[in-house]
Each structure stands twice: as structure tokens, then as C-alpha cells.
Antibody, heavy 120, light 112 residues
């Protein structure tokens, strides 16, 4: 069964850090680009970052560039998002998502999401 | 403000047909990039509904269809059912932004 499971969310103070994980199973993780996408409460979807299957190509949205770092571990079939200098506006459900085919494509597999709350 | 513009809400009675528009520009939809559509039921992750402008993944009813023309795309839902009540998002790509994956702001579909 193709599955993505996020973890690592929680409550963090402004300026703090958090590392999200996304465990992949049921498919060849090393063949796919992977993305992080978030959704603030009551708001729409915002793409944050993607990483190529080899990790050599990485893009970030301007809203997180310089603060968030995407990475992946082939051996652990896992995707990560290191989030530093967190702000209240980073409060959201964070999803990892897989494209239909290896590269940049529609996202056909999504995790269940993990909630990040930035508040003092 | 989203790069792709969708109406905040649409509504229709059961059995009716509704359309949801997604308007972009020459740097995204108009540049020839594909448009994808997602359905998000309350409290759940988005689900891919249409990919590559007009293609349905396996399991998506043929009541859902997508089209694209110029700098816009549309999602049509025929034979509206109560379970179609959800948020719908379009997604494409933009050559002018570093955030080259872009979403519409979303449209809330209410089944009357």
C-alpha cells in the first residue's frame, strides 16, 4: 500500500525550530521527487519546497527560503523538513506529497498531515 | 493573493452542473503548463481529481471533467451529489517565481 506518514509537528515558540518527517512506504521512494505543502487554518494550500529523487535539485517558496531546509534519506525512505526561525504565520498543517511520476507532476499521494502551531 | 485565481465559492442543487474556474497568466497556465485539480473533504488531505488538464485518475467518477484554454482552466462537475461538497483547488506551475509550483486559492462547493 502506497503511503506517506508525517510526524514531528507540535507547539513551538516563535523563533524556535522543528523538524518534520515523512515516512514513505509501498513505492520506490528513490525514484520520486517529493514536496512539502502546507495549509494554514481555514486557508488554502501553499507549496513550500521540493527535492529531486537524488537530492541534487531543490526549490523553495520565497516564504520559507532561508528558514526551511528540505532533505531526504534514501536508506530510511524518509523526507524531512527542518524549520528554523518559526513565525506565527507558519502555523499550519504540513503535508508531504508525491507526484504521479518521478519528476514534477500532479500530486497523487498525500500524507495525512502534521499540525505545527507557532505560539508563545 | 494566489497566483491562480478561483472563485471563493460556488453552489448547486443535486443533479445540477457546476463549474469552477482557475484563472492564471502568461507565466503559468498561459505558458502551456498543465493544470491539476484536487478535492479536499473537511478534515482530510487533498485528493487528486484531475491531472494534466483533463485526465481522471483511476476511481474518479466521470462526472468530474477538466479543461484548459488560454490562461484559464475549468473543473466541471455534473450530476451534483451531496458528497461532492468540498473545497477544490487548481494547481499549475509558474516560470516567473522561485515557488514554481502554484495553487489556486480554493473554491468551496456547497450542494444545496
Amino acid at each position: 500500500q502506497v503511503q506517506l506518514v508525517e510526524s514531528g509537528g507540535g507547539l513551538v515558540k516563535p523563533g524556535g525550530s522543528l523538524r518534520l518527517s515523512c515516512a514513505a512506504s509501498g513505492f520506490s521512494f528513490s525514484d520520486y521527487y517529493m514536496s512539502w505543502i502546507r495549509q494554514a487554518p481555514g486557508k488554502g494550500l501553499e507549496w513550500l519546497s521540493y527535492i529531486s529523487n537524488t537530492g541534487s535539485i531543490i526549490y523553495y517558496a520565497d516564504s520559507v527560503k532561508g528558514r526551511f531546509t528540505i532533505s531526504r534519506d534514501k536508506a530510511k525512505n524518509s523526507l524531512y523538513l527542518q524549520m528554523n526561525s518559526l513565525r506565527a504565520e507558519d502555523t499550519a498543517v504540513y503535508y508531504c506529497a508525491r507526484p504521479r511520476y518521478g519528476g514534477v507532476d500532479a500530486f497523487d499521494i498525500w500524507g495525512q498531515g502534521t499540525m505545527v502551531t507557532v505560539s508563545s | 493573493q494566489s497566483v491562480l485565481t478561483q472563485p471563493p465559492s460556488v453552489s448547486g442543487a443535486p443533479g445540477q452542473r457546476v463549474t469552477i474556474s482557475c484563472t492564471g497568466s502568461s507565466s503559468n497556465i498561459g505558458a502551456g503548463y498543465d493544470v491539476h485539480w484536487y478535492q479536499q473533504l473537511p478534515g482530510t488531505a487533498p485528493k487528486l481529481l484531475i491531472y494534466g488538464n483533463s485526465n481522471r485518475p483511476s476511481g474518479v467518477p466521470d462526472r468530474f471533467s477538466g479543461s484548459k484554454s488560454g490562461t484559464s482552466a475549468s473543473l466541471a462537475i455534473t450530476g451534483l451529489q451531496a458528497e461532492d461538497e468540498a473545497d477544490y483547488y487548481c494547481q499549475s506551475y509558474d516560470s516567473s517565481l522561485s515557488a514554481n509550483v502554484v495553487f489556486g486559492g480554493g473554491t468551496k462547493l456547497t450542494v444545496l
